[in-house]
Protein backbone atom coordinates (compact mmCIF):
# COMPACT_ATOMS: atom_id res chain seq x y z
CA UNK A 1 0.00 0.00 0.00
CA UNK A 2 0.60 3.34 -0.32
CA UNK A 3 2.96 5.46 2.40
CA UNK A 4 4.22 8.94 3.36
CA UNK A 5 6.89 9.18 5.05
CA UNK A 6 7.33 12.65 6.65
CA UNK A 7 10.70 12.74 8.20
CA UNK A 8 10.10 15.34 10.86
CA UNK A 9 7.80 15.52 13.59
CA UNK A 10 8.66 18.87 14.93
CA UNK A 11 10.95 21.96 13.87
CA UNK A 12 12.23 24.70 15.37
CA UNK A 13 13.80 27.48 13.58
CA UNK A 14 14.36 31.05 14.47
CA UNK A 15 12.78 33.77 11.73
CA UNK A 16 14.99 34.48 8.82
CA UNK A 17 16.83 30.77 9.00
CA UNK A 18 16.05 28.33 5.71
CA UNK A 19 13.70 25.27 6.15
CA UNK A 20 13.40 22.42 4.59
CA UNK A 21 10.94 19.14 5.42
CA UNK A 22 11.14 16.30 3.85
CA UNK A 23 8.39 13.95 1.87
CA UNK A 24 8.94 10.53 0.88
CA UNK A 25 6.43 8.31 -0.69
CA UNK A 26 6.55 4.85 -1.61
CA UNK A 27 4.24 5.03 -5.17
CA UNK A 28 6.46 3.71 -8.28
CA UNK A 29 3.89 4.86 -10.77
CA UNK A 30 2.60 8.21 -11.93
CA UNK A 31 1.70 10.52 -8.79
CA UNK A 32 0.29 13.70 -7.76
CA UNK A 33 2.00 15.45 -4.90
CA UNK A 34 0.62 17.85 -2.56
CA UNK A 35 1.70 19.90 0.79
CA UNK A 36 -1.02 20.90 3.01
CA UNK A 37 -0.64 23.65 5.80
CA UNK A 38 -2.93 24.00 9.19
CA UNK A 39 -2.69 27.20 10.60
CA UNK A 40 -3.17 27.04 14.80
CA UNK A 41 -6.77 27.04 15.31
CA UNK A 42 -7.62 27.15 11.47
CA UNK A 43 -8.45 24.29 8.91
CA UNK A 44 -6.46 22.32 6.34
CA UNK A 45 -5.24 25.06 3.26
CA UNK A 46 -3.43 24.00 0.24
CA UNK A 47 0.09 25.31 -0.14
CA UNK A 48 1.32 23.81 -3.11
CA UNK A 49 0.68 21.10 -5.10
CA UNK A 50 2.66 19.23 -8.35
CA UNK A 51 0.53 17.34 -10.83
CA UNK A 52 2.96 17.24 -14.12
CA UNK A 53 6.29 19.16 -15.81
CA UNK A 54 8.69 21.86 -13.86
CA UNK A 55 9.42 19.69 -10.78
CA UNK A 56 9.95 22.84 -9.22
CA UNK A 57 6.94 24.16 -7.54
CA UNK A 58 5.99 27.53 -6.33
CA UNK A 59 3.42 28.46 -3.52
CA UNK A 60 1.66 30.64 -1.75
CA UNK A 61 3.86 32.79 0.91
CA UNK A 62 7.40 32.36 -0.55
CA UNK A 63 7.58 28.09 -0.07
CA UNK A 64 8.57 25.95 -2.81
CA UNK A 65 8.78 22.40 -3.63
CA UNK A 66 10.65 19.88 -5.75
CA UNK A 67 9.53 16.97 -7.08
CA UNK A 68 12.72 14.06 -7.17
CA UNK A 69 11.49 10.87 -8.89
CA UNK A 70 14.20 8.77 -8.32
CA UNK A 71 14.40 9.78 -4.65
CA UNK A 72 10.61 9.51 -4.69
CA UNK A 73 10.43 12.87 -2.58
CA UNK A 74 8.90 15.89 -2.24
CA UNK A 75 10.49 18.25 -0.07
CA UNK A 76 9.53 21.44 1.13
CA UNK A 77 11.61 24.65 1.07
CA UNK A 78 11.55 27.89 2.10
CA UNK A 79 14.62 30.50 2.30
CA UNK A 80 13.58 32.50 5.05
CA UNK A 81 11.15 31.50 7.34
CA UNK A 82 8.72 33.98 9.44
CA UNK A 83 6.95 33.72 12.83
CA UNK A 84 3.70 33.50 10.76
CA UNK A 85 4.89 30.44 9.28
CA UNK A 86 4.43 28.58 12.67
CA UNK A 87 2.30 25.76 11.60
CA UNK A 88 1.23 22.01 11.05
CA UNK A 89 2.67 20.67 7.55
CA UNK A 90 1.20 17.87 5.63
CA UNK A 91 2.83 16.16 2.86
CA UNK A 92 -0.07 14.07 0.69
CA UNK A 93 0.70 11.58 -2.55
CA UNK A 94 -2.03 10.67 -4.87
CA UNK A 95 -1.72 7.91 -6.94
CA UNK A 96 -2.23 8.30 -10.52
CA UNK A 97 -4.82 10.48 -11.59
CA UNK A 98 -8.18 9.00 -9.31
CA UNK A 99 -6.19 7.50 -6.49
CA UNK A 100 -6.90 8.28 -3.22
CA UNK A 101 -4.81 10.84 -1.54
CA UNK A 102 -2.49 9.57 1.06
CA UNK A 103 -1.05 11.96 3.98
CA UNK A 104 1.98 11.75 5.91
CA UNK A 105 1.99 12.25 9.34
CA UNK A 106 2.62 16.25 9.51
CA UNK A 107 5.60 18.42 11.04
CA UNK A 108 5.00 20.73 13.16
CA UNK A 109 6.97 23.86 12.82
CA UNK A 110 7.72 26.89 15.46
CA UNK A 111 9.39 29.55 14.51
CA UNK A 112 10.48 31.90 17.65
CA UNK A 113 10.83 35.63 17.08
CA UNK B 1 -16.71 32.26 -1.88
CA UNK B 2 -18.11 29.89 0.51
CA UNK B 3 -15.85 27.09 1.86
CA UNK B 4 -16.63 23.80 2.92
CA UNK B 5 -18.99 23.99 6.38
CA UNK B 6 -18.81 21.49 8.78
CA UNK B 7 -21.11 21.25 11.93
CA UNK B 8 -20.85 20.81 15.16
CA UNK B 9 -17.19 22.59 15.49
CA UNK B 10 -17.41 20.39 18.96
CA UNK B 11 -19.18 17.60 20.54
CA UNK B 12 -18.80 15.31 23.71
CA UNK B 13 -20.38 12.26 23.83
CA UNK B 14 -21.07 9.43 26.31
CA UNK B 15 -19.86 5.74 24.64
CA UNK B 16 -22.22 3.82 23.27
CA UNK B 17 -24.18 7.13 21.77
CA UNK B 18 -25.06 8.03 18.59
CA UNK B 19 -23.09 10.83 17.28
CA UNK B 20 -23.90 12.84 13.55
CA UNK B 21 -21.89 15.42 12.12
CA UNK B 22 -22.97 17.38 8.77
CA UNK B 23 -21.11 18.64 5.77
CA UNK B 24 -22.13 21.40 3.23
CA UNK B 25 -18.92 21.27 0.87
CA UNK B 26 -18.27 24.31 -2.13
CA UNK B 27 -21.01 24.84 -4.82
CA UNK B 28 -20.33 23.15 -7.42
CA UNK B 29 -18.24 20.65 -5.83
CA UNK B 30 -19.37 17.05 -7.03
CA UNK B 31 -16.81 14.97 -5.35
CA UNK B 32 -17.29 14.93 -1.17
CA UNK B 33 -14.80 13.10 1.22
CA UNK B 34 -14.66 12.33 5.12
CA UNK B 35 -11.31 11.53 6.79
CA UNK B 36 -10.72 10.86 10.00
CA UNK B 37 -7.81 12.57 11.87
CA UNK B 38 -6.12 11.03 15.52
CA UNK B 39 -3.43 13.12 17.74
CA UNK B 40 -0.07 13.23 15.40
CA UNK B 41 -1.88 11.59 12.51
CA UNK B 42 -2.48 13.05 9.07
CA UNK B 43 -6.07 13.07 7.90
CA UNK B 44 -7.10 9.12 6.60
CA UNK B 45 -10.24 8.88 4.46
CA UNK B 46 -12.94 7.28 5.62
CA UNK B 47 -14.91 7.34 2.07
CA UNK B 48 -15.87 9.32 -1.43
CA UNK B 49 -18.72 10.29 -2.88
CA UNK B 50 -19.22 11.78 -6.70
CA UNK B 51 -22.30 13.00 -6.30
CA UNK B 52 -24.84 10.64 -4.49
CA UNK B 53 -22.40 7.83 -4.83
CA UNK B 54 -20.23 6.47 -2.33
CA UNK B 55 -17.42 5.22 -4.99
CA UNK B 56 -14.90 4.11 -2.09
CA UNK B 57 -15.97 3.30 1.33
CA UNK B 58 -13.62 0.15 1.90
CA UNK B 59 -11.59 1.99 4.55
CA UNK B 60 -15.64 2.93 6.66
CA UNK B 61 -16.03 0.48 9.47
CA UNK B 62 -19.38 -0.31 8.66
CA UNK B 63 -20.48 -1.86 11.92
CA UNK B 64 -20.77 1.47 13.65
CA UNK B 65 -19.95 4.00 10.99
CA UNK B 66 -22.91 5.18 8.14
CA UNK B 67 -22.46 8.23 5.98
CA UNK B 68 -25.19 9.49 3.19
CA UNK B 69 -24.97 12.54 0.60
CA UNK B 70 -28.60 12.46 -0.20
CA UNK B 71 -29.10 14.98 -3.56
CA UNK B 72 -25.56 15.16 -4.04
CA UNK B 73 -25.08 18.11 -1.80
CA UNK B 74 -24.49 17.67 1.84
CA UNK B 75 -23.74 15.27 3.39
CA UNK B 76 -23.82 13.50 7.37
CA UNK B 77 -21.43 10.77 8.78
CA UNK B 78 -22.86 9.00 12.02
CA UNK B 79 -21.13 6.89 14.40
CA UNK B 80 -23.50 4.44 16.33
CA UNK B 81 -22.73 3.43 18.97
CA UNK B 82 -19.37 5.39 19.68
CA UNK B 83 -16.64 4.15 21.44
CA UNK B 84 -13.67 5.39 23.36
CA UNK B 85 -11.44 5.24 20.20
CA UNK B 86 -13.70 7.53 17.76
CA UNK B 87 -12.33 10.51 19.51
CA UNK B 88 -10.47 12.62 16.72
CA UNK B 89 -11.23 15.35 14.51
CA UNK B 90 -13.42 14.35 11.45
CA UNK B 91 -12.42 16.60 8.33
CA UNK B 92 -15.00 16.94 5.08
CA UNK B 93 -13.32 18.21 2.60
CA UNK B 94 -15.56 18.51 -1.35
CA UNK B 95 -13.53 19.02 -5.04
CA UNK B 96 -14.43 19.75 -8.25
CA UNK B 97 -13.65 16.62 -9.76
CA UNK B 98 -11.78 15.21 -12.55
CA UNK B 99 -7.67 14.33 -13.14
CA UNK B 100 -5.53 15.79 -10.22
CA UNK B 101 -8.26 18.03 -8.72
CA UNK B 102 -7.72 19.96 -5.46
CA UNK B 103 -9.07 18.71 -2.02
CA UNK B 104 -10.18 21.60 -0.20
CA UNK B 105 -11.02 21.25 3.66
CA UNK B 106 -13.50 22.31 6.23
CA UNK B 107 -12.73 22.92 9.73
CA UNK B 108 -13.59 19.79 10.79
CA UNK B 109 -15.66 18.26 13.96
CA UNK B 110 -13.84 17.44 17.17
CA UNK B 111 -14.94 14.60 18.50
CA UNK B 112 -14.67 13.90 22.51
CA UNK B 113 -15.78 9.97 23.18
CA UNK B 114 -16.11 9.87 27.18
Known amino acids: AQSVSQHNHHVILSEAASLELGCNYS??????LFWYVQYPGQHLQLLLKYFSGDPLVKGIKGFEAEFIKSKFSFNLRKPSVQWSDTAEYFCAVKEGSQGNLIFGKGTKLSVKP | EAGVVQSPRYKIIEKKQPVAFWCNPI?????LYWYLQNLGQGPELLIRYENEEAVDDSQLPKDRFSAERLKGVDSTLKIQPAELGDSAVYLC????????????FGPGTRLLVL
Open chain 2, 27 to 31: SGHNT
Open chain 1, 27 to 32: YGGTVN
Open chain 2, 93 to 104: ASSLGGLGETQY
